[in-house]
């Protein structure tokens, strides 16, 4: 699996942005799919997850409420609406897919697949 994240940008705080990662092959539906972000001297932190169906989510704390995970298996996409964006959301933010499992998984390690990034910054 390729992936390929987009949507990132400059904002003023209390904004929104959409990203997007858009994933190749046939075998899209197959996976579980989060988003990862890394902000700069910190070290990569869970976002939010997605099962493979789209039925289950899991948000970080730190975003719960003000962001939203959803997937198109027919367009091979898992998008991530932010709302009320914050300065401290300011990181790059990466999209990921692994196997799924019983269970979703915020563990960094646990994901095979990763996208290349999509730079976020909000401004106060």
């Known amino acids: 699996v390729q992936l390929q994240a987009s949507g990132g940008g400059l904002v003023q705080a209390g904004g929104s942005l959409r990203l997007s990662c858009v994933a190749s092959?046939?075998?899209?539906?197959?996976?579980?799919m989060a988003w990862f972000r890394q902000a700069p001297g910190k070290e990569r932190e869970f976002v939010s997850a997605?099962?493979?169906?789209?039925?289950?989510?899991y948000y970080a704390d730190s975003v719960k409420g003000r962001f939203t995970i959803s997937r198109d298996n027919a367009k091979n996409t898992v998008n991530l609406q932010m709302n009320s964006l914050k300065p401290e959301d300011t990181a790059v933010y990466y999209c990921?897919?692994?196997?799924?499992?019983?269970?979703?998984?915020?563990?960094?390690?646990?994901?095979?697949?990763w996208g290349q990034g999509t730079q976020v910054t909000v401004s106060s």
């Open positions: 990921a897919a692994k196997l799924p499992s019983w269970a979703i998984t915020t563990t960094e390690a646990s994901y095979d697949y």
């Open positions: 997605i099962n493979w169906s789209g039925g289950r989510t």
């Open positions: 092959g046939r075998t899209f539906s197959s996976y579980d």
